[in-house]
């Protein structure tokens, strides 16, 4: 499948028919943002935008999509309007790889309505996607401190959409893919071991071995839990670690793939230390997850590289980050969408959001949002609690929302996947110790300017019952 | 991104190399199955049979696969070989669409097993989404009885992998998805409402309902929750539903999206009728899965059409299928992976797998597993347990995996999502009620011809330590 504007929800095209016939030339602001971290993070960190930017450019109807659409009986001057169609507007964003939080806008697109109706689906469900893997990614490589990650997760994502789990991945911090296409199109380091399979195909385990590390000596590891991970696999691995020595090269590790890794990754750290084959490192994979490394890191397992699947290419257990894209403004007039969840009204107007540095260039915990045409915040306040605000003009005071695209273009350069998850440990750096623990972590402060709390009091008003 | 023959993981073609240079002509059967139901369920609906066929019959490594390859340092004869690279095996395979269960091969692979395993990741990735989709989307169907579902998750989606649940949902027994890519590539119906954006775009509800229906009176539903449901949007509702009567069109629906579903549904029926708008259905959504939607049903909330979006989509909680690809054979020689848990051996052997039906045609609840060359498989043996046994010469022995494939070329004609979906509904009523209930629900048998027991336990005993 291609990635074409008709990637995308129908009632989009309906609505934009609508548009079209009423009030074509309408200007809208929407804010892309989430209500609660993923997994109970205590932050996320923002992917996906160079991936939008790039289709953006280029994002066209099709002609087996224009045949599609006269089918589904659409006039023929909303077909013509479609199939001359091209997205022309800006998009304001934080920068892809930023450590970001629930309830203020991420990124904010202004367009022509029917234009910013249109990419609607395609841009959250790319943002919500890889925002929720780079999250998770970058929880998995918070508990495995200085120990390599592999994404190897491919075989059980969502169909293709392992592609863009592997680039969010790296993002997030792992070090290298299985992921062959990934790792070709995003210049993602890729690397791999092998399959049971593989030495299934054998009448032994040891000549698998030995075949394999002749023809593959660079970067070599073995799996040795087929039959017997400390009877079998092991001996074996060493035998053929000696052989190697010989010709003048050195195995790079074994993988354990099954039974009690902790346990069995102290064994073989001593039996491979016994046989003076120190150097050799050790794989552990299977169902790991952010917890379960941090278990093992606790009971003290010697263990090298992770490579890490499902968990972290699916996004378990949340899944989906349940981004939403709200119209903030229409033809300058700021809107609001109530709900019987106050938590849950949007907040009106073209925004600005700050994040307050401290005298350290740490974040001190709080983003203030502001009307865009603000120029000075100098307190905040809580969205609902009337008792809390906060006075801003001891810190720094960072504009998050800059432009990315104008009239439909790139305007900043692109960035690659290295770059960005280069910038992130930068912004994680950044961010105090407590937000990043897995138990209840602090939580980030959101704040209104005084003048967006009381426009909004007002719409709120205005459409009550 | 398209697919490609790269679109795997990197051990498959580091493996692949050693073959090559190793044993080039070796011919493998992988079996593919999975361990357990997802979502606690009864069974699974075997889905992705079609998309997978389609690939293999064209995948190739691009030139851009092999640049990247080359800059990875494959040898270059090895190089050559992937240059030219086809699949030209066999595939012996359920119906797509069929009622399967763990532990018995649903899918066999028999090639040359460097194509077979450089197909494998391409080949679970689109098995495993797509059948842990369809049992989602089946489970959702059971519970909504003859309510329509909508499938609207592509926002939430994994990315592109949202192209292949809205296939997967339609096959499961969803009646309609929002993904105009999908609907149009493969001929499922395509519906669709309207955002909360669109009423907000306007500075009153009712004008924005006039403009809607008048432009869209055809399929029309109504969204009456972005200020108050019963105040506001079902009064404005009902107002534009009279003023279609006077131009002779018909409403056809109201959608809620938040508050309490079961209520309000009770409360807008009560209001429509009275109104004699008895004709005006009511459509839900907002978080809707197989277990709120049995809640409404068991509330009597009076829906008439259920839009599914999130859980569906990402197939929560679960997220993934773990479906596997497990060496059964090489070179004509059977094949084991033994594992601490002896649940998780493998079977060897190319084998056949008989459903059995009872004398109303109804599944008896028991497949058995024989090695393909059998002719007669009188009795069934439990896997591990040798108090229990089955005999099978009353029923219809039914073969479940028939060719599909043939030197690389497909040997079934092509079906369409439609008459896939049609199958998935004949075999479900074959299968007995007590296998599809959510507690608990009754475990489907799995058995092992005597010859496969015995050669089985045998090749234990050969690599046991």
């Given at each position: 499948?291609?990635?074409?504007a008709?990637?995308?929800?129908?009632?989009?095209i309906?609505?934009?028919?609508v548009y079209?016939?009423?009030k074509?030339?309408?200007?809208?602001?929407?804010?892309?943002y989430?209500?609660?971290?993923?997994?109970?993070?205590g932050?996320?960190?923002?992917?996906?935008l160079?991936?939008?930017?790039?289709?953006?450019?280029?994002l066209?109807?099709?002609?087996?999509d224009?045949?599609?659409l006269?089918?589904?009986?659409?006039?023929?001057d909303f077909l013509?309007?479609l199939?001359?169609?091209?997205?022309?507007g800006?998009?304001?964003?934080?920068?892809e790889?930023?450590?970001?939080f629930?309830?203020?806008p991420?990124?904010?697109?202004?367009?022509?309505?029917?234009?910013?109706?249109?990419?609607?689906?395609?841009?959250?469900?790319?943002l919500?996607f890889q925002t929720?893997?780079?999250?998770?990614?970058s929880?998995?490589?918070?508990?495995?401190?200085?120990?390599v990650?592999l994404?190897m997760g491919?075989r059980r994502?969502?169909?293709t959409g392992?592609y863009?789990?592997?680039?969010a991945?790296?993002?997030?911090g792992?070090d290298?893919?299985?992921?062959?296409?990934?790792?070709?199109d995003?210049a993602?380091?890729?690397?791999?071991t092998?399959?049971?399979?593989?030495?299934?195909?054998y009448?032994?385990e040891?000549?698998?071995?030995?075949?394999?590390?002749k023809?593959?000596?660079?970067?070599?590891?073995?799996?040795?839990d087929?039959?017997?991970?400390?009877k079998s696999?092991?001996?074996h691995?060493i035998?053929?670690a000696k052989?190697?020595e010989?010709?003048?090269e050195?195995?790079?590790?074994?993988?354990?793939?099954?039974?009690?890794?902790a346990y069995?990754a102290k064994?073989?750290?001593q039996?491979?230390d016994d046989?003076?084959?120190?150097?050799?490192k050790i794989v552990?994979s299977?169902?790991l997850?952010e917890y379960?490394?941090?278990?093992?890191?606790e009971q003290?397992?010697p263990?090298?590289?992770f490579?890490?699947?499902t968990?972290?290419?699916?996004?378990?257990?949340?899944?989906?980050?349940?981004?939403?894209y709200k119209?903030?403004a229409?033809?300058?007039?700021?809107?609001i969408?109530?709900s019987?969840?106050?938590i849950?009204t949007?907040?009106?107007?073209?925004?600005?959001?700050?994040?307050?540095?401290?005298?350290?260039?740490?974040?001190?915990g709080?983003?203030?949002?502001a009307?865009h045409?603000?120029t000075?915040?100098s307190?905040m306040?809580?969205?609902?609690?009337?008792?809390?605000?906060?006075e801003?003009?001891?810190?720094?005071?960072?504009?998050?929302?800059?432009?990315?695209?104008k009239?439909?273009?790139r305007t900043?350069?692109?960035?690659?996947?290295?770059?960005?998850?280069e910038?992130?440990q930068?912004?994680?750096?950044?961010l105090?110790?407590?937000y990043?623990?897995f138990?209840n972590?602090h939580?980030?402060?959101?704040?209104?300017?005084?003048?967006?709390?009381?426009e909004?009091?007002a719409?709120?008003?205005?459409?009550?019952f």
């Amino acid at each position: 499948m291609n990635i074409t504007a008709a990637y995308t929800d129908l009632y989009q095209i309906t609505m934009a028919q609508v548009y079209f016939e009423t009030k074509p030339n309408g200007r809208a602001v929407f804010d892309y943002y989430f209500r609660h971290n993923p997994f109970k993070s205590g932050y996320s960190i923002f992917a996906g935008l160079e991936d939008v930017l790039t289709s953006l450019e280029t994002l066209k109807f099709s002609s087996s999509d224009m045949t599609y659409l006269k089918a589904k009986g659409f006039e023929s001057d909303f077909l013509d309007y479609l199939e001359n169609f091209s997205f022309k507007g800006s998009i304001y964003s934080c920068q892809e790889g930023d450590v970001v939080f629930p309830n203020r806008p991420i990124l904010q697109v202004e367009a022509n309505i029917i234009e910013a109706q249109i990419i609607e689906t395609f841009l959250l469900n790319i943002l919500n996607f890889q925002t929720l893997i780079a999250t998770k990614a970058s929880r998995i490589k918070y508990s495995a401190k200085d120990g390599v990650l592999l994404d190897m997760g491919l075989r059980r994502a969502h169909a293709t959409g392992g592609y863009y789990a592997s680039r969010a991945a790296a993002i997030g911090g792992f070090d290298s893919t299985s992921n062959v296409k990934a790792a070709e199109d995003y210049a993602i380091p890729s690397t791999g071991t092998m399959a049971h399979s593989f030495i299934q195909s054998y009448e032994d385990e040891l000549q698998a071995f030995r075949d394999f590390a002749k023809v593959r000596p660079d970067n070599c590891v073995l799996l040795i839990d087929t039959y017997n991970t400390l009877k079998s696999g092991l001996p074996h691995a060493i035998t053929v670690a000696k052989e190697m020595e010989e010709r003048g090269e050195r195995l790079l590790g074994v993988r354990l793939d099954s039974g009690d890794l902790a346990y069995l990754a102290k064994k073989t750290r001593q039996i491979l230390d016994d046989s003076n084959l120190g150097y050799v490192k050790i794989v552990v994979s299977n169902q790991l997850d952010e917890y379960v490394i941090k278990s093992l890191k606790e009971q003290g397992a010697p263990i090298d590289i992770f490579g890490v699947g499902t968990n972290l290419v699916t996004g378990k257990p949340d899944a989906a980050l349940a981004g939403v894209y709200k119209l903030a403004a229409f033809n300058d007039t700021p809107r609001i969408k109530l709900s019987e969840n106050i938590i849950k009204t949007s907040l009106p107007f073209k925004k600005q959001v700050y994040r307050m540095i401290d005298d350290n260039g740490m974040f001190y915990g709080a983003d203030a949002i502001a009307i865009h045409s603000e120029t000075k915040v100098s307190k905040m306040e809580h969205p609902f609690d009337i008792t809390k605000s906060l006075e801003l003009n001891r810190f720094k005071h960072e504009p998050l929302l800059n432009q990315v695209m104008k009239d439909g273009k790139r305007t900043i350069p692109v960035r690659t996947v290295a770059e960005i998850a280069e910038y992130s440990q930068l912004r994680l750096k950044q961010l105090p110790n407590e937000y990043k623990r897995f138990q209840n972590p602090h939580i980030y402060k959101i704040g209104l300017s005084s003048q967006l709390k009381k426009e909004r009091d007002a719409l709120i008003n205005l459409h009550k019952f």
